[in-house]
Nanobody, 113 residues
């Protein structure tokens, strides 16, 4: 089982980024998926979740700014992040409920002017 997050980078406040999570080794279409982030000194937190049928949920901190989606044909999940704030700075990871203990390499998102 592999999960690889990509698409991070340095962006100014108010900017946008689109993260991708490519997966292999499990039946992607049958699995709930999620995006998480961890800032230095903080615990890892959930920022978006999507069920196998496409029902999404977000914490209040990102609701209305982040959008999670999935493409089962490509075994890939996405996170569109708009109106980014400095407090969104963190390493972003993807994860699946099918194998919750497996965390791939994350991608750094830095929001700074």
């Amino acid at each position: 089982v592999q999960l690889q997050a990509s698409g991070g980078g340095l962006v100014q406040p108010g900017g946008s980024l689109r993260l991708s999570c490519t997966t292999s080794g499990f039946i992607f279409s049958s699995a709930a998926m999620g995006w998480y982030r961890q800032a230095p000194g903080n615990q890892r937190e959930s920022v978006a979740r999507i069920t196998r049928v496409g029902i999404t949920s977000y914490p209040n901190s990102v609701k209305g700014r982040f959008t999670i989606s999935r493409d089962s044909a490509k075994n890939t999940m996405y996170l569109q992040m708009n109106s980014l704030k400095p407090e969104d700075t963190a390493v972003y990871y993807c994860n699946t409920d099918a194998f919750p203990s497996i965390w791939g390499q994350g991608t750094q998102v830095t929001v700074s002017s």
